[in-house]
């Protein structure tokens, strides 16, 4: 890095710093001038003034209840991350200076209007030159700074807390810390992105399967901060009546979803942990599109033979096999009696069909807020009979989840994991040579 561009990071650093130091000020003005909500919702609203780090820093709350305590994840279902949208004009100037050329050399045209804009980037739709269809996703201007220097201040704030706290140095706040600086930088990193997306086609090639596609990357419109890729046309498995348009077995089209993301976990790199309905489409064509890779997975190979067992009798409802395998995935503090703790799935399995809409046409029932407690309930479930899960265990009970609600809405007849058309368990002789 150049001394010039060494003195510009300072200076936006100390400008970042002195912002978010106003922002919690004001936040404690308030608090003492008599606005006090719960402890919850008072750091959640900070964190939206705060902005991208901590709107993500929010949504890592959200989806870690093995780490963070219910009501803090229950109140950080609420921090989306939706922002107000650059002008087009500044997000035009950062596609341009990317790619390096006037973005008409590249784009017969672009709609200025975002598709979607959230904390790191926005989505535009446009067409190529040369014809296709595409989405673009340009990263905010100034994005991976504010990251870097928010995440250092928080990482060196923990690090004070654990020193005049030991038992905070317990809870490895630090760690958390490194963790989700180093799971947001790769979120930065557009070039990750497209080898997840590469790695998941790859899968796709060796495993055989023509059932399911994911967007194809155009890399020569593509760079760390933009990522330009195939659109993809389709609608989401919550809405039936449009599924039904395209294909007549909603039911096999499902069980094509899911067979795909089971043999992921297995046989690709790493596994899509966002398959909400928004990002699992059901193609003009009947096939499945996977989009959206910014946030994958990992299962450690010790560890699938208990994962692989749960997604099995997670489908069978088999209670007491679904106790034993949290015992394998988890850490335990002592002894823990299966019986009961099978007994307590059973109860809130029980409660979770309660809440399955008797209208199929109220699909708006399944929805983030859904899957999130029905998580937090079992993982809260868990942590009375004392085990306690990683947090990629959180992230792939969340995908199980969502399928569990598609499961329930669209497989209307019979017990879909009954069907022999349902593989959960691909070839673990796979696992010896991983």
């Given amino acids: 890095?150049?001394?010039?561009?060494?003195?510009?990071?300072?200076?936006?650093?100390?400008?970042?710093?002195?912002?978010?130091?106003?922002?919690?000020?004001?936040?404690?003005?308030?608090?003492?001038?008599?606005?006090?909500?719960?402890?919850?919702?008072?750091?959640?609203?900070?964190?939206?003034?705060?902005?991208?780090?901590?709107?993500?820093?929010?949504?890592f709350i959200a989806s870690s209840p093995s780490i963070f305590p219910e009501e803090y994840v229950e109140e950080f279902q609420l921090c989306l991350d939706k922002t107000t949208p650059v002008p087009f004009s500044i997000m035009e100037k950062v596609l341009e200076q990317e790619l390096g050329k006037s973005i008409d050399t590249v784009f017969a045209h672009v709609d200025p209007v975002p598709l979607a804009s959230a904390s790191i980037a926005q989505v535009y739709a446009a067409k190529l030159v040369t014809g296709e269809d595409v989405v673009i996703k340009i990263q905010k201007p100034g994005v991976k700074d504010i990251l870097l220097t928010d995440l250092n201040f928080l990482f060196v704030g923990?690090?004070?807390?654990?020193?005049?706290?030991?038992?905070?140095?317990?809870?490895?706040?630090?760690?958390?810390?490194?963790?989700?600086?180093?799971?947001?930088?790769?979120?930065?990193?557009?070039?990750?992105?497209?080898?997840?997306?590469?790695?998941?086609?790859?899968?796709?090639?060796?495993?055989?399967?023509?059932?399911?596609?994911?967007?194809?990357?155009?890399?020569?419109?593509?760079?760390?901060?933009?990522?330009?890729?195939?659109?993809?046309?389709?609608v989401p498995f919550t809405d039936l009546d449009s599924v039904r348009h395209v294909t007549d077995q909603p039911e096999l089209t499902l069980i094509t979803a899911m067979n795909t993301w089971f043999a992921s976990l297995l046989f690709c790199e790493s596994f899509h942990a966002d398959v909400h309905a928004g990002n699992l489409l059901v193609l003009k064509?009947?096939?499945?599109?996977?989009?959206?890779?910014?946030?994958?997975?990992?299962?450690?190979?010790?560890t699938w033979k208990s994962v692989s067992k749960f997604i099995t009798t997670i489908g069978q409802?088999?209670?007491?096999?679904?106790?034993?395998?949290?015992?394998?995935?988890?850490?335990?503090?002592?002894?823990?009696?299966?019986?009961?703790?099978?007994?307590?799935?059973e109860n809130l399995y029980s409660n979770m069909d309660n809440v399955v809409p008797n209208d199929v046409a109220d699909l708006a029932a399944v929805n983030e807020h859904?899957?999130?407690?029905?998580?937090?309930?079992?993982?809260?479930l868990a942590k009375?009979?004392?085990?306690?899960?990683?947090?990629?265990?959180?992230?792939?009970?969340?995908?199980?989840?969502?399928?569990?609600?598609?499961?329930?809405?669209?497989?209307?007849?019979?017990?879909?994991?009954?069907?022999?058309?349902?593989?959960?368990?691909?070839?673990?002789?796979?696992?010896?040579?991983?």
């Fill in 1 to 59: 890095m150049s001394r010039l561009k060494q003195v510009s990071a300072g200076i936006k650093g100390a400008l970042r710093i002195a912002q978010t130091t106003r922002v919690i000020a004001q936040t404690g003005l308030d608090w003492l001038m008599g606005e006090r909500p719960p402890t919850p919702k008072l750091l959640r609203e900070t964190f939206e003034r705060l902005g991208t780090t901590y709107i993500k820093l929010g949504q």
């Fill in 158 to 234: 923990a690090k004070v807390l654990e020193y005049f706290v030991p038992n905070l140095a317990m809870a490895s706040l630090s760690a958390i810390v490194d963790e989700i600086q180093k799971g947001m930088l790769e979120e930065c990193d557009f070039f990750q992105e497209a080898k997840n997306i590469e790695d998941f086609e790859n899968f796709l090639s060796s495993t055989g399967n023509p059932d399911a596609v994911a967007p194809k990357v155009y890399k020569n419109a593509s760079t760390m901060r933009v990522l330009t890729m195939e659109r993809l046309y389709g």
């Fill in 285 to 302: 064509d009947g096939k499945i599109g996977f989009i959206d890779f910014g946030i994958v997975g990992r299962i450690k190979p010790d």
């Fill in 317 to 345: 409802e088999d209670y007491l096999g679904m106790a034993e395998a949290m015992l394998g995935i988890g850490m335990t503090d002592g002894d823990v009696n299966v019986e009961r703790l099978a007994k307590d799935i």
């Fill in 370 to 380: 859904e899957v999130n407690r029905i998580m937090m309930d079992l993982v809260s």
């Fill in 384 to 434: 009375r009979h004392g085990i306690h899960f990683p947090r990629e265990f959180a992230l792939l009970l969340k995908q199980l989840l969502y399928f569990d609600r598609y499961v329930r809405l669209l497989a209307l007849e019979g017990n879909i994991y009954m069907d022999d058309r349902l593989n959960v368990q691909p070839d673990m002789d796979w696992i010896s040579i991983h």
